[in-house]
């Protein structure tokens, strides 16, 4: 029977409906990447902006940008409706400078790099007072809104508002707080440690796990444990980049050996700078493999529909072996 779940920190209810469920293989949808570096944007760029230069990683101005920063920000009221520039910055990071797709098959050392290089762009921008939130996030393949051309990078994008979705779990976060008067963030932590069915990597400090009410096939956070959780991801890593690096080369070579190269996407869920919820709220990664597509059902409901239960994708991303 199918079983409705709720997630303990947006209260969104998500449909596990195991009668729907197949074999990871039957939900691939190759891609067939451009891999010839003569053609390659990033391995012949000689003409974007670059803004920094970290141990091999190059993070440069998009060359068509969501955001920038050429029109102040200005709000304007038009009766309902709110409007104003898109003020902020959109930046490229290129996480090598071989022409190598995946960032799974990137060494330890360079993913270490990329990660760090989140950091420093985050921290950067939050000397400008006119953003409000920095997202560092990756689209791997076409699926997950890549272009085609086999060179692995990732974005960040610092913008003026705060984002619906950090603004949920940052609610919920303080309500349970509030209430308990410690971390939701800290519990669930906890919870999944002591049960194991969905844990998929263990760390010293870290733990990917696919999680409760997973919204998607195989969907997995990567979270600190308590003794190290912190609000902010750039403050929140120091000294544990090799480490979480480690974690997620393993997870992402778990994806491609045992899903076959799936598109993925990973983006990094920080605490808005400044944020009064310290106590309530941890930095996270949420990554996500594109293998299944959503319905009219969820676009009208807000509900999702997963038809793997986060236990069995656990099992089977544990037992890959790389």
């Not at 022409?99 to 790099?113: C, E, F, R, T």
């Not at 890593?237 to 899903?259: H, W």
Request: charged share 25%; with cysteine.
């Amino acid at each position: 029977m199918p079983q409705l779940r709720k997630d303990p920190i947006v209260s969104r209810w998500v449909i596990i409906s195991t009668e729907r469920a197949r074999r990871p293989a039957s939900y691939i949808d190759p891609t067939s990447y451009n891999t010839d570096p003569k053609t390659c944007t990033f391995c012949n760029d000689k003409t974007s902006t670059e803004v920094l230069t970290y141990e091999r990683v190059r993070v440069v101005k998009s060359g068509n940008p969501f955001f920038t920063t050429a029109q102040e920000l200005t709000l304007r009221n038009q009766g309902l409706h709110q409007s104003c520039h898109s003020h902020g910055s959109h930046e490229v990071v290129i996480e090598c400078p071989e022409h190598i797709a995946n960032m799974a098959d990137l060494p330890v050392s360079q993913i270490k790099s990329v990660f760090k290089t989140y950091a420093l762009r985050m921290w950067h921008h939050h000397n400008d007072e006119s953003i409000k939130y920095v997202l560092a996030y990756k689209n791997y393949g076409v699926a997950a809104g890549s272009r085609n051309i086999g060179h692995a990078r990732s974005q960040i994008m610092a913008i003026p508002v705060l984002p619906a979705r950090v603004l949920d779990k940052i609610h919920g976060a303080k309500l349970y707080f509030d209430f308990h008067e410690r971390s939701l963030f800290l519990d669930l932590v906890r919870q999944e440690l002591k049960d194991g069915s969905r844990v998929i990597i263990e760390s010293e400090n870290f733990v990917a796990f696919s999680p409760f009410a997973a919204r998607f096939p195989f969907e997995v956070w990567v979270m600190p444990k308590p003794k190290r959780q912190y609000y902010d991801y750039v403050h929140g890593i120091e000294g544990l980049e090799t480490e979480l690096a480690g974690v997620m080369k393993e997870l992402l070579l778990k994806y491609k050996i045992g899903l076959n190269d799936p598109a993925y996407n990973y983006v990094i869920q920080s605490a808005p700078f400044g944020s009064a919820q310290q106590e309530a709220y941890c930095w996270h990664i949420e990554v996500l493999p594109r293998l299944t597509r959503t319905a009219g059902f969820e676009r009208g409901t807000g509900f999702y529909i997963n038809p793997i239960p986060p236990e069995m994708s656990a099992k089977f991303l544990r037992e890959v072996k790389v």
